[in-house]
């Protein structure tokens, strides 16, 4: 009987425990999507369609579609795991011959190009409310969400894989978590960068607030590489005049018909 007595204590032990976790975990979830809603709160209202205000405030004078390639991360931060979006931007960045071109503008708290008919963003803010930073920038450049592409790192996908989703949940990565908050929707495409999941007993949030190693450096090169090849293959067309130049890895824009098989391999696994 004393067996079965302890036995049962413990289990309600552990039931407790488990409980208080649950509920730590939903009131951070809260919390976090409370403060994303505040922040973005001040006249933002989402954007279904580019107006006339909007194109001339972007400098955009074309009836073609305006995308935004978003590259997720903390500031202050660059080069850790978390960040890898914002490395695949510059490199983006580069291979467009743009990346003299950055200007923070502190009305949507990010760095910003515009390029044609497309916008690059770098939010200066925490990853938990990057979100803030993408709606205000969505409404003041006029890009409706469905044209918004979030880049961000994958702990599902080791590093050197990549795969782009089209909307969906957030799959637990809180900053596209904080961009479905405060646009109110979950159509943004994403470009998912593998970073694997840690070894051993190291925990997620020191695997992916770490740096890349030496090794994986090596591997970063090419995969930065391979992100801009699919991003580019996203963008307008005009874009593929600009692709030819060297990317920031040394990395060279193969013939188009190579380009979609490259890209056709590292998608394969949509979702």
Known sequence: MKQISLLNKFRRCVCHFFKKVINLLTMR??????????LVSEGFTPVTRVSPAARSQAEIHSHQRTKMVVGLGNTGMEGTRHSVGMAVLGALASRLGVAEHWRGDKHVSGEVIVHTHVVLLRPRLLMNINGVSVAKAAKKYGVAPENILLVHDELDKPLGKIAVKHGGSAR???GVRSCVDCLHTDVM?????????????????RHVLGRFSSEERKLLDSVL???VDVLLSLLPQQQDSQSSASSPA???RAA???DEDKCSDSTAAQS
Do not use: A, C
Not at 29 to 38: C, D, K, M, P
Not at 189 to 205: A, C, D, N, Y
């Open 172 to 174: 637990g990565h809180n």
């Open 250 to 252: 040394g990395g060279r």
């Open 29 to 38: 979830q809260l919390v976090s999507r409370v403060i994303n809603r505040l």
């Open 189 to 205: 495409q994403r470009l998912r960068v593998g970073i694997g999941r840690p070894l051993g007993k190291t925990s997620v949030e």
């Open 256 to 258: 188009q018909s190579r």
């Open 225 to 227: 590489v391979q992100s």
